[in-house]
């Protein structure tokens, strides 16, 4: 079977919708988070996708499961996220001017933001 094509939107509801990319049709909503969701980003792989919410939390969804598969909570709403190539860190940024960078292949983390506030800010 060839893998489905995804596109994936934030929305201002609070979820995170899958699309088929050569169909348009909606594939899956991911529901976890408790205010809008401004930020997604796919894995290098495809196999995950981050999202970051004013609700101060970055999920980390596996596309093939869509389920939760890490959460980190940080200090203020998370307005952007990236991987690395490799896919093994995600740098987020926060509004309270915080960025941090979190392992997915670790267990969960107590927070996303430094032990010193201070520390990652420009």
């Known amino acids: 079977r060839q893998e489905e094509a995804l596109l994936a939107t934030s929305s201002y509801d609070t979820t995170v919708k899958l699309w088929n ?3 348009g049709a909606c594939t899956g909503t991911l529901a976890a988070h408790a ?3 401004y930020t997604i980003a796919f894995s290098p792989d495809g196999r995950y996708l981050a999202s970051g919410s004013f609700d101060r939390r970055v999920l980390v969804w596996s596309v093939a499961s869509r389920q939760v598969v890490r959460e980190y909570i940080g200090h203020g709403g998370v307005f952007e996220l990236s991987w690395n190539s490799a896919g093994d860190k995600l740098a987020a940024s926060f509004s309270n001017g915080v960025s941090a960078v979190l392992d ?3 267990p969960e983390q107590p927070s996303a933001a430094p032990a010193n506030p201070n520390a990652m800010q420009e």
């Open 35 to 37: 205010d809008p969701v």
């Open 104 to 106: 997915p292949r670790q």
């Open 21 to 23: 990319a050569e169909t």
